[in-house]
Structure formats: structure tokens, C-alpha cells
């Protein structure tokens, strides 16, 4: 919800701004850390500053340099945003919303084209993005694997490994070989980026990803004490962990504070849309919305989670052949920060619980206390208590269907607690907010800090709810209440005040004199309004700001606080700052401010919103037909022969070979073909291609140059959604005018989509991809085998952007290719054709150079067509669209890739089986939202001929 102008012209006086974070003294032991750590302010915001830091942890929480810390992560996975200059804006992203560290997998096929060979350039630059981090004042949780799962080809297990010796996942000498390589690789930035030596904020290390291993599995505990021993050696300093979320070498047991690496922002969907009904993550995220959010985090903070990771925090691209056989293109997740970088409603109790938990220290330091009991049995409750500061949190959660207001008897909390159907709330009572106490409140807490001479609490909840908050006050205070909707009362030693959720945006109270001689303002908002309410530290204070869609950064210089950040619609801009503030820039442009009587400057008049974008028509279309390779004349000479007779895959080589595995001729990703020569063809009634692949996968055969056929994989249900390798066989007809003597070619083209995932350590992305075995219905016969798929990746995309298309292959799909003797197209197409059919076309984009618009691509047909389109923008495989399956239909086109300003080459290669007209009927730009502010983009650099 933007501001109204009522908010911005009503509020004006005198008041003075101040600074203060709620603490207090205490003791807790620890084995991992200094003995008697108190309860108190926690570490300032990290960066890379030269000094060495101490990290450990005692069985309440992290402690960064005697100070304790609740790590309040969210998982980013910069190789699915092929933009380095997009990471920036996700991670100031992250950090504005209230997370304190970001979680990035490392996925070794990324990196690792070949046996030995590492590239952390370009897009996979490591060190920038650690780089960035720091600069952007988060913590890092690295995840280097070497598997990380994460929904990535064979869990980020390079292709290459999938035809090499050795077991994965073991303590097999032949596969730790290569282990010991990448992780070397990988230490070896890593190292100069650790906390702890003050390079960088890397202050966690995940090995592998998964389930617990059981202590009865001594080959597997070995594996990960090797693992172990291979950090230290490398010099990593930092705590270790391992998937099962104990930190340090051995299991630490109650000494380990609790952590959740994997905590559920949304879900990934599959092929079909089992997950979503067909819906796609737009339903992902209305099942994972915001109230379940709240209450799964919550339940995790009174379970004792202090180390608390959301995955996906940023939803993704699985752009190129990055996705793992489960899922499709997009990897948005229903994540809180969409795969198109815009903020959804779901970031609300990330960013109000991620605030409330770094500016509160109490919650780093929780103990069980006393059983506590709703009115109403459908409410449960969960009582904790701070033993140094003595704050009781009640995490009170509502499964049922309906909203349940009752009385918490025993809690202190005077009033009816209401909490919406399938949610939670976090109450608090006894608690010091700067140099005052609260009694009790039935709203969330979200922040307490000061600004200048005064403090500021902040409470949250749901819009329309009502929020009652009781201060402790023995001396009546003076209470004004600054906007229309708060109430207030004071009797017997409490100032209780009472606020309706929603109405007016921000509300605003401020108290004076009383126990205090300090100023205290209360703000009160709903969900809407608090993602509009923005801390942020500077080395001469907090400051508080309210208003833009994002605030990325605050600088002070003088009496000036420079503000950077975003503006989606019309609205305006209040400030609470350090002393002696008293002008305001945004995005470099002077802004008009008076004092408000709530202390703060605030805007005369609105800053104006994101103009409209506007877009293209995607015409001028030019198509050409490709797949020479089914022509019997075709000149096959320079292929790879595929005579082995011996695989150290898990499917079975069939008796008397060949191999006919793709990996193992070094195919590992994309479309693979096939061309068998044999001679004498009399008799042979059919041909049956068995052949293995991810979900989805397709095969397609022609007889000398004749299409005899097309098989597909069928669309995974929810039984089968996790099935991650699918094996057919396809019998096709031999047509009898082709049962001749002489001699014949058979080719065969394999969509052979991605590798199983090795989740279960049992060497499942081994699994065959592509053809398996051929028999003929009517006699053997003796077929001479040769195989092409991909050719060499190139250093800017890397190895998982091309796949074995004749087309990739010549770079047809690349800007430079010149089409002009192509034929003009229009849209949709009425022909049947098995095979492959390229279209290109050109479009120039103006996006004003201060408006962040995200563009995307949409395609959209009959479903009766059968017909899948593989897309290029500028030269990068950007996904898949597969028209009668979905649930895709928009993919987005990160800029950086995508010129803005500037020129663009689409080109679409779409395979057909030819049963029915293949498209595609509609092809078109879509915006998906745009905000007047950004970061500054460079472009990605194109690939060449």
C-alpha cells in the first residue's frame, strides 16, 4: 500500500530525533564460545573490515565477537540469475527485508566443464558475488557441496563425473580425488572472504545437502570427516556443518544451537504442475503465502532455531540445462522476492520477524518456561523466557480454519489475543523497549531502536486486526497521538493504547516525560504498511525511513542523509535520523522536508511513481527448417563413434553393446543425435529404441531420411513428480518400401532432458541418458553407431547453455548469425513437421535509465498443440516452454542479458512431432514490474560466432 497524501501534510511541530537498542545485561555458558555471554546488543552489521573476529556458538546461538546473534538468512542462488549486477540488487534486497545473511550453493557443474578445469569468471564469479556480500553488510552461509541439490542438474554433480569411476558420496579414494579438487577450488576463494580473518563475511560453511547421516553408517561418516579435514586443511576457520544442522566437527547435541538451513519459502513445482494443480507458482505461493510463513518461522524461534535459513528467499531461472529432471524453467519457488526481483506480500513476516530479531536481543536467548493455555483449545501456545532480562515471548498459533480470538490466562496479556486462520503471533511482555517497558501487546513487535534523542518501537499485524499495547508507567506521561486512529488511556501505573490495523497507513503515537526523559514514539502498521517502514545503520546511528517501496542505502555527509532506493507508486517520504540531520536527499534530488511532531522530517508533497513501459511488438519473424541430420546423405564423418562395451553408469549396457549412453561419449547436456548405418534391410518388420531420460525427455527417428516416429515421456502426476530418470521403449513401423537390400541410416534424435539427482548417496544421476539399446523386429542386424550432442561450451555461458541441436551447433541462435536468406514468418503456423524448425527476429527496447523494469517473454497456443520451443535471447538458452504440458508460459529475461536500451536477438527453436500444427500462435514482451530506482546494470557479454 503507497502512502496517502493525508499521512504526508498532516503531521508538523518540534520534536527532537534520538537513538537507543533495547538490551540488557545477563549470562549464559557455552562450550564453543566464551563462558557467561549476556544477553545484549547484538554485533554490528558485518563487512570486510582487516580485523580478525572470533566465532563460535553455545547451545542458545551463534557468538560473533562475545556478542550473541540469531542469524535470520535467506537463500539467493546467484547462478540462476546470469546478471552479476542484478546479485547486487537481490542481496540489498535481502538485506532491506530484513535478513541479516544470504545462503549460496555452489554448484560444481557450473564451474566444472571438464575433469580439472575451474571457471569462476564472468557469471560464475565467486569472488565478486562474496565480494558483493560484504559491501552489502550480510553474512554468508557457503555452500559449496560438492553436492548441494537445489533442484540443479544431478544436484551439481558436473556431467563429466556421471562417466567416471568411483562412487559419490563415499569415501571412495577415486571420487574423493575429484572432491578434493573442487572444494581446493572453491577454499581457495572461499579463504580470503572468512569472517573470522576479516576478508569477507563468509561466517558458515554447509558441506553436502540432504538427510541426517546415521551414526550406524561408518563409510558415510567417513566421507564427511573427510570433508571436514579437507576445510581445515584449506584453512577454513569458520563453523562447518553438514545438512543435519549440527555445527562443528561432531554432533554437539543441546550444546548446538538450533539451526534450520532449509526452512520452506515455497516449493518447487514440476513438469505439469502436480505440485500446483497446473496452476503454477502463482498457486505455489498463495499455499506457501504470508501467514504460513509467519507461523512456520515462528514455531522454528520457540523451538529453539536461532541459526534460521529460508530457501528460496529469491526465487530463480533454471536457465539453459541447469534444472534438475523435476522441474521446468522457472524456479520463482513462490519465493518472498520473485524470479523477476520484484517483493510480493509474503516478505512481510520475513522482513517484520528478521527486524524484530536483530534489534531485540532478548529472542537470542530463549528458554522454555511454564505451560500456558488458550481459552479456546484451538489456539496452542508456546511460553518462553529471556533468564537474563526476564521477557516472556508467546508464540501463539492458530491451525484451524478461521480466525480465534481468546484470553491467554497466566500470560499477563489482560486483553483477547485474535490470530488469523493458519498463523501465528509473537507476543511479548515484560520486555524493554529503550528506556520504557512493556506490560504486554497483542500486536508483533517488529523493531526497537532510536534515532537522535528518542526511541522507537514498532508493531505490526494484520490489516483490519487491532492492536492493544500496556506500558508499564509509574508517572502518567504526556500521550499524544499524532494521527487520527490511535486511542489511549492511562490507569493504575499503565498507559494502554489501542490502534485499528490498516486505515490511514502508519499511526503514530508519541509519549513524553513520565519514567523517562526520553521521547518515545510508537508506530503501528499492518502488513502493507510495515513493507514500507525501513531501518537502517550508519556508522553515526539508526535511522528509520517510511515510504519508498525499498530503501537500499542511507549515507550521511554533514547534516544531509543521503537515501537510495525504490518507488513503485506515487507516495511520500518520512525520516527519523541520527542528530543533527536536517536535509534529505533521495536518489540524488534534494527533497523538501519539515519537522514533524513525531520527530521525523517528512516530505511536502509525494515523489512521483514508475512510469508505464512501454513495449514492442515481436514481428518481423524469419524461420528456417534444420535437422540434416536425418537425411541419409548427411555427412556424419566427424562424429564421435560410439563402439564402447563397457559403462560405469547404473543402467545396465546391454549384452553385446554398444554403449550408447551419451555421457559417456561426453554429451552431458541438451539434445543428443544418433545415426546408426546398417545394411539390408529385408525383413525387418520394426524398430524398437529403448532409451533412458529426465522427465520429459522426447525421442525422435527417422528411417533414411523418412520420419518414422516420435516417442515422449508421459507428464509426471504427484506420484511420480520426484521420479527423476524415465526408461521407454518405442517400437516404430518400418514402412515396406524401405525393407530393402542396400544400405540404410537410421537417425534418431534424444531429448534427453537432465540427470537424476544422488540425493539418497546411491549414485542415481549415473542413471543412462539417451538411446540404451536398438533391436529390430525380423533379425539382427549389425548397426554402425555415431553420436553428437553439444559442441565445446564457450567461456561466457558456460557448459550448460548449448545443447546438440544443428542449429546450436552453426549458431543460429546467436546475434551475429545473419538470417537474411532465411523465409519471413507470421505467427501462429498451421504446418506438421516432425523435426526441428527455427524462428528469429529482432527488437529494440528504451526503458527510461532510471526505471528497473523486469521483462519477461510470454508464449501462449492452443494446448491440443503438441510442440515445445526452446528459447534464445541474445545468444543465452533462457528455458524451456512446453506448450500442451506447462504450467510455464512467461519466462524472464534478466537484464544485463536483456538490452534495455538497445538491441536484442530472439530466436526460438521449436521441436515438433508432428501430429499437430506447431506454433507458436502468440509470442510477446511482457512487463512484470518496474520501480523508478534499480542498481546500475552492465551489460552481459554476448557470445560471438
Known sequence: MELSRRTFTALTGTAALGLALAGSGGAATGAHGPRGVPTGPP??????????????????SLLVDGRRLVLWSGEFHPFRLPS????????????????NAVSVPVPWNYHSPAPGTYDFTGVRDLDLFLGMAAEERLYVILRPGPYIGADVDAGGFPGWLTAARGTARTADPEYLRHVDEWLGAVDAIAVRHLFTAGGGTVLLYQFEDGSDVPGDDPARRAYLAHLYDKARADRIDVPLFHADGHLGERRAGPRTPGVRTGVAGGAADPWGGATSGGKGYAQVRQ??????????????????????????????????????????????????????RRPTPKLAPLQQL?????????????????????EDERLTVRHLANPDTGAQVYVVRNDSAEPVASMLPGSGIDVPVTVGPHD???????????????????????????????????????????????????TQPVTNRLDDEPAWSYDRGRLNIVVPLGPGGL????????????PMVLLFADDATALRLWPYETPSGSLLVYGPA??????????????????VGQTGLEVWGPRGITAVTWN?????????????????????????????????????????????????????????????????????????????????????????????ARGVESVSLSYSTGTQGLLMAWLDGRPIGTHRMPVPDRDTAEKGTWTATATFDVPEELRERGRHVLSVLVRRMQHDGDGQGKDTHKAARGLVSVEFEGGPRDVDWRIQGAAAADRVRGPLNNGGLYGERKGWHLPGHDDREWQAADFPREDRRQGVTWYRTGFRLDVAPDVDASIGLTLEDDPERAYRVQIFLNGWNLGQYINDVGPQHTFVLPNGILRTRGANTLALAVLSDGTTPAGPREVRLTTLGAARGGVAVEAVDPPGR
Open 84 to 99: 552479476p549486477s542484478l546479485w547486487r540488487d537481490a542481496l540489498q534486497k535481502l538485506r532491506a527485508h530484513g535478513h
Open 354 to 374: 528478521g527486524h524484530l530479531v536483530r534489534t531485540v536481543p532478548d529472542l537470542a536467548r530463549l528458554e522454555r518456561a511454564r505451560a500456558v493455555r488458550a
Open 550 to 567: 525499498l530503501l537500499r542505502s542511507a549515507t550521511l555527509r554533514g547534516s544531509t542523509v543521503h537515501l537510495v532506493g525504490d518507488v
Open 287 to 340: 499455499a506457501h503465502d504470508a501467514a504460513r510463513m509467519r507461523r512456520d518461522c515462528l514455531t522454528h524461534l520457540a523451538d529453539g532455531v536461532t541459526v534460521h535459513n529460508v530457501r528460496m528467499a529469491v526465487g530463480g531461472t533454471s536457465w539453459g540445462w541447469l534444472p534438475s529432471p523435476g522441474v521446468y524453467t522457472s524456479y520463482n519457488y513462490g519465493a518472498a522476492i520473485g524470479e523477476g
Open 43 to 60: 554485533p554490528p552489521p558485518p563487512s570486510a573490515d582487516g580485523r580478525r573476529h572470533e566465532v563460535g556458538f553455545d547451545r542458545y
Open 588 to 680: 540524488g534530488q534534494p527533497v523538501r522536508t519539515q519537522l514533524s511532531r513525531a520527530g521525523s522530517l517528512l516530505m511536502e508533497g509525494l515523489m512521483p511513481g514508475a512510469p508505464a513501459v512501454p513495449l514492442p511488438a515481436l514481428d518481423d519473424w524469419r524461420r528456417r527448417g534444420e535437422n540434416p541430420e536425418s537425411e541419409p546423405d548427411f555427412d556424419d564423418s566427424a562424429w564421435t563413434a560410439a563402439d564402447r562395451t563397457s559403462s560405469h553408469s547404473t543402467t545396465r549396457v546391454p549384452e553385446g553393446g554398444p554403449v550408447l549412453f551419451a555421457d559417456d561419449y561426453g554429451f552431458h547436456y541438451g539434445d543428443v543425435w544418433y545415426r546408426g548405418r546398417f545394411e539390408d
Open 424 to 474: 501465528a503471533k509473537l507476543l511479548t511482555t515484560g520486555l524493554e523497549l529503550g528506556r520504557r517497558r512493556l506490560a504486554y501487546t497483542t500486536a508483533q513487535p517488529m523493531l526497537s531502536m532510536t534515532a537522535g534523542r528518542q526511541d522507537i518501537a514498532v508493531f505490526a499485524g494484520r490489516g483490519g486486526e487491532t492492536a492493544q499495547i500496556a506500558l508499564d508507567c509509574g
Open 507 to 518: 499511526s503514530r503515537v508519541l509519549i513524553e516525560g513520565g519514567d523517562s526523559e526520553t
